[in-house]
């Protein structure tokens, strides 16, 4: 079964369990399945990040259509976050789709 693996950067604003909270507690993103939250490696994916929000999927989803439910459920939870802020990067481990949320960094 695909996994969907949500890493959200500590600079979010969004606690993993707040995120997996929100995710159950959504009619959409709940009938995609379960949220956990699982403790990881220190600094695995990024600085400061101990936990990830873990997702059996039980159906295949479009990048975007991914995206646009990870970015509205961090900021319901986050409402002074504009949209515009995040950043989200997806890449495949096997047979898990990992999300990594970031606030979008300023290039100038």
Known sequence: MVRLVVAVDPAVGVEPATLAKAWDSDEESAALGAASVQRTAPETF???????????LTVNLASSLLYDLVRRLVVQQRPAVDVTELELTETRSGDDRVVVVRV???TS
């Open 46 to 56: 990024l600085p400061g990040l101990a936990e990830l929000v873990l997702v059996p």
């Open 104 to 106: 979008r960094r300023s």
